[in-house]
């Protein structure tokens, strides 16, 4: 059985992909509070979609790939196969659209609706993990253990459970920051628990090359795409109205009509108040003629 390091930088890669999933669980929990603030189906798409970017693909998969630059096997290279480890981004971020769309969007049997989301969401979590681990190509055969299998699978969907019941109930920046670290402590958690699952045999000390692309190579256009996505939702979530410019807009338009509905009054007494002086005090009438 060929010998794993999981941390062979050190702290360096957990602490960063921590770091990673909390930046994301930030703009998904914010991202989740515009959505349910939002009036049209055009701003809850929008916002659906930057809080599915921002969970699925920033908080989960990123820090799935940067835990996994600290990953080795003593005796052979690591590859990754490129079209697997694109399917394991867009099997998260569907799976987190999903079930934010279910938990979010719905109306009547709360409760319910979380823990189906929760479920679909946590599996596809799941899904995503082993199918970027199905992308290494190295020497010898991967082989997991079932419990600890089972017990990562358990963890994602309690976790996304929790994330799409937090994306119901925060509001305050207060309560998203620590929700948003308690949500980088579960995704870690069961990324190094699927990790711990993991074990090599065969031919991992045999000489050769590995057809794929390495971590190193996958890190430059990655690292691009995470950055402009979260300086993206971060300018999207800047210039976008909160709840307070909502209620500051509604309280002026609501001072503006009724401005508006004054003046009108004003002058359509104006205009009663000169016709009356043009016919005298309003009673005048044909007989009147004659007393003239």
Known sequence: MAEIHHFDHGWVTPAFSYL???????????????LRAARTSGERTWWLVLAALALGATGIWSMH???????????????YDVGLTVASILIAF??????????????????????????IAGLGVAAMHYTGMAAMRLHGEIHYAGSRVALSVVIAVVAATVALWLALVVRTRLVIFGSAL??????????????????????STSFGSVS???????????????????????????????????????????????????????????????????????????????RQ
């Open 20 to 34: 990673l999933s909390v930046l994301g669980s930030l703009l998904g929990l914010t991202s989740a509070v515009r």
């Open 65 to 79: 790939f940067v835990a996994m630059l600290g990953f080795d096997v003593v005796g052979t290279p690591i590859r």
């Open 94 to 119: 569907v799976a987190v659209g999903v079930g934010l769309a279910i938990a979010l969007l719905g109306s009547g049997a709360q409760q319910v609706r979380i823990l189906v989301g929760g479920v």
């Open 182 to 203: 308690v949500m980088g402590i579960a995704v870690n958690g069961m990324h190094f628990t699927g990790m711990s699952a993991m074990s090599v045999t065969g031919e």
């Open 212 to 290: 794929g692309a390495t971590a190193g190579t996958l890190l430059v256009p990655i690292g691009a795409a995470v950055i402009f996505c979260v300086i993206g939702m971060v300018y999207a979530l800047a210039a976008a109205p909160s709840d307070e410019d909502r209620a500051a807009a509604d309280f002026l338009n609501a001072r503006i009509d009724a401005r508006l509905a004054a003046e009108e009054a004003a002058a359509e007494k104006a205009k009663s108040a000169a016709a009356r002086g043009t016919l005298g005090d309003g009673n005048w009438t044909f007989r009147d003629r004659g």
